[in-house]
């Protein structure tokens, strides 16, 4: 991971606005008050998986979980970069928990998004490395609690530098809040506009939680996919390469 990347990821885990949240008239208020009680609070998550990976899906935020493995403000900025950059415990998709214990039922959003990558890349894809998952608020909340009020200021002070810092070929957005964010529709496809004047696709697709069809083989017509997985392919890493 390069410096700026790091810089980023830091930048996020440790939002300034953390400061400010007891303010009731700040965005992040609710949202970072939904911990209130948690034992070990839980930072913000950047995003999970290399930030080189070629396939990026984007949801609204992470889902909180009190017994997860996830840093907590204590720990150091190596470990932060160590931890959201290595992405998924070996259990995924279940989560690792704090005590060592593996839960043993499976992540429900992990599952699909594992599936939609399958999909997409045609071969069993490696999690944290084919592909990674980032979000448009990143305190961790459940049901989206306090996203609505979070959005915009979140989007504002971090997307643009994680998209960015992230190298990612094609972006997935995840739900109706992701989507409506950033500007596509479930079955629309997007180019992105990119700086090196590569080619990057949006698409989107239906929260895995939706009561509706959310495959991309029921959203997409498979000849437009056919760009995307060709780049996706010509841009895996293999196992034997670093971080850049």
């Given at each position: 991971m ?13 939002c ?7 303010d009731?008239?700040?965005p ?7 911990q209130?009680?948690?034992?070990v609070?839980?930072i ?5 998986g ?22 907590s403000?204590?720990v150091s ?5 160590d931890?959201?950059d ?8 279940r989560?690792r ?8 039922r499976?992540?429900?959003f992990?599952?699909?998004?594992l ?5 997409l ?6 999690p944290?490395i084919?592909?990674a998952?980032?979000e448009l608020?990143?305190?961790k909340?459940l049901r989206?609690r ?8 979140c ?24 989507g409506?964010k ?5 079955g629309?496809?997007k180019?992105?506009p990119d ?5 990057r696709?949006?698409l989107a697709?239906?929260h ?11 959203c997409?017509?498979?000849v437009?996919?056919v760009p995307?997985?060709?780049a996706?392919l ?11």
């Amino acid at each position: 991971m390069d410096e700026q990347a790091k810089a980023t990821l830091i930048s996020v885990a440790r939002c300034a606005d953390l400061l400010t949240a007891s303010d009731r008239q700040r965005p992040c208020h609710r949202i970072v008050h939904e911990q209130h009680g948690n034992p070990v609070p839980q930072i913000p998550e950047p995003w999970r998986g290399r930030i080189d990976a070629p396939l990026m899906f984007v949801s609204s935020n992470p889902s909180l979980d009190p017994g997860d493995d996830s840093p907590s403000v204590t720990v150091s900025d190596a470990e932060l970069v160590d931890y959201f950059d290595r992405g998924f415990p070996a259990c995924f998709p279940r989560i690792r928990l704090r005590n060592g214990q593996v839960r043993t039922r499976p992540v429900y959003f992990w599952t699909c998004v594992l599936a939609r990558a399958a999909e997409l890349w045609q071969v069993a894809p490696r999690p944290g490395i084919d592909f990674a998952i980032t979000e448009l608020v990143h305190c961790k909340s459940l049901r989206q609690r306090g996203v609505k009020e979070a959005i915009d200021h979140c989007v504002d002070r971090h997307w643009g530098e994680v998209k960015i810092a992230s190298k990612a070929r094609v972006f997935v957005a995840l739900g109706e809040l992701a989507g409506a964010k950033l500007g596509i529709k479930v079955g629309t496809m997007k180019t992105m506009p990119d700086p090196t004047g590569v080619p990057r696709w949006l698409l989107a697709l239906p929260h895995p939680g939706a009561a509706v069809p959310k495959t991309f083989q029921s959203c997409y017509a498979g000849v437009d996919l056919v760009p995307l997985r060709d780049a996706l392919l010509a841009n895996r890493i293999s196992d034997a390469d670093p971080q850049p």
